[in-house]
């Protein structure tokens, strides 16, 4: 399932001069990078560096303490963002179909499940509760709402983790999807994921 009319070419996510603190703690002093349409951006650091507290500063849930976040050519920042952390958001009781139909009603998605099931491998587990899935499963179900509602920033954190080397190879392939529409994508990552990074950064090096 590809979106039938890529992103705009010039869509821009642009950092400038950021600086980051958890507490009394700096995370990050005079970051800057810019993300044109088509790039993916690979954050590296080791635990604590604050590669979430980054990505959920550029996806609007905090403020840096300086530096500015601007997304160009985009008319609503806010609705252009898909954000995926470390928590998968499943409800155990329901199921699979349950959850991507919900996601698509609360998206207004006019996406096919059966094509976005089958895009994230979970056609056979499409009935089952979430509470049986294994780590892998619910982290491919997690990233399904990326397919839900076509939003031209992906922000990622850890996407990955949980996953088997199909699991991996199937996140690697979304995201080349994604690019490829000109669409953006920030992932943290502890390995690479797959698909050659346009900028790579490293949080708290």
Do not use: C
Not at 6 to 17: D, I, M, Q, Y
Not at 98 to 115: I, Q, R, T
């Amino acid at each position: 399932m590809g979106q039938s009319h890529p992103f705009s070419k010039s869509a821009t996510l642009r950092v400038e001069g950021l600086s980051l603190r958890r507490g009394q703690r700096q995370l990050a002093e005079g970051l800057s990078f810019v993300a044109p349409a088509g790039a993916f951006v690979e954050l590296r650091g080791g635990n604590g560096a604050g590669k979430t507290t980054l990505l959920r500063t550029i996806a609007g849930f905090g403020r840096p303490a300086e530096g500015t976040i601007v997304y160009e050519n985009l008319a609503e920042p806010a609705l252009s963002i898909h954000y995926v952390g470390h928590l998968n958001a499943l409800k155990g009781s329901e199921t699979v179909a349950a959850h991507v139909g919900y996601w698509a009603g609360l998206f207004s998605s006019p996406a096919d499940m059966v094509e976005v099931l089958g895009r994230v491998g979970l056609e056979r587990q499409r009935d089952l509760p979430a509470r049986v899935l294994s780590q892998g499963q619910a982290r491919r179900l997690a990233l399904s709402r990326l397919l839900l509602a076509p939003r031209p920033i992906w922000v990622l954190d850890e996407p990955s983790a949980g996953l088997d080397a199909q699991g991996r190879a199937m996140i690697a392939k979304l995201i080349e999807a994604h690019t490829n529409n000109n669409g953006i994508a920030l992932a943290a990552v502890h390995e690479p994921l797959g698909p050659s990074p346009s900028i790579t950064l490293t949080v708290g090096g």
